[in-house]
């Protein structure tokens, strides 16, 4: 695995952004657009996804794994940009494998920064999630909602078809409309008084014009790029001792654990940029 790291430039601390897929890139996008001086590593662990239907001790051996290989590239930060890693293994991963593999390093999720958000924008504390069936049952949105504010009604709602379309470029296809339509109907119909919905995976963004389609014209939709990147932003001016360690030179390194080539292909239609990507073994 490690024949990669031979390559990297050792002058470099970047950021660590981590997904189990594609969909992170979306979340890497807003953070390099709100930071944009900083370098990044992006690692997709292409060739195990999807992680959203594994269980909690396979998402955590595959996210400490790569979280610890984000470290040996020289990543002090990580950003775990998957709501399934987020929820079944970030809080293992920083109370029980941080002190003892990199007590100076910090790894930081997606779904914390979503729920304050949710918060400041719901009025009828009534919350609805779309997620993977791991983040789903994980129960991480309600508990963590819950912390915030008790009095909050969550509901989840599994979309197991959901990132397979946007994978497959069927994201505004006619194909789409009708699991779109049924996962936002089911939600609708267990709470019609949500006013507030959680796009809880980075895939869902690539799917906002069929759900706004379908999604009642009053009802927020609550997206996680920005979001990330603003906490991210935020993290770092209340955090001197981490920011002063961030390299910045404005470099950006794609890897992946499947092919470079189908990696490549997605990463132009997520960043809307070329890129280039290298393959990691684990």
Known sequence: MRYINDKLDRSLSPIGVFDSGYG?????EKIKSRLPGYDYIYLGDNARAPYGSRSFDIVYDFTLECVRSL???????????????????????QQRDLPDIAPDNRVLGV???????????????????????GTIQSESYPLELKKLS????????ACPMWVPLVENFESDGDGADYFVKKHIDSLM?????????ILGC?????????????????????AQGDIVADSLADY??????????LSKKGTS?????????????????????????EHIDF
Request: proline residues 6%; negative net charge.
């Open 71 to 93: 470290f040996d590239m020289g990543c002090p930060l990580v950003i775990l940009a998957c709501n399934t890693a987020s929820a079944k293994a970030l809080r293992s991963i």
């Open 24 to 28: 992170g890139l979306t979340i890497l």
């Open 236 to 245: 770092l001016s209340r955090h001197p001792e981490m920011e002063t360690r």
């Open 150 to 157: 008790p009095e909050l009604i969550v509901t989840g709602e």
């Open 189 to 197: 119909a267990k709470d019609p008084a949500i006013d507030t919905i």
């Open 111 to 133: 779904i914390r920064p979503t729920v304050e958000r949710v918060i400041d924008v719901t009025k009828s504390g009534h919350v609805g999630v779309f997620g993977t069936t």
């Open 253 to 277: 390194k794609y890897i992946t654990t499947e092919s470079e080539s189908k990696f490549a292909e997605f990463g132009e239609i997520f960043l809307k940029e070329p890129i280039s990507v």
């Open 202 to 222: 980075t895939h869902y963004p690539h799917l906002i014009n069929k759900i706004k389609k379908f999604l009642p014209e009053d009802v927020n939709i609550i």
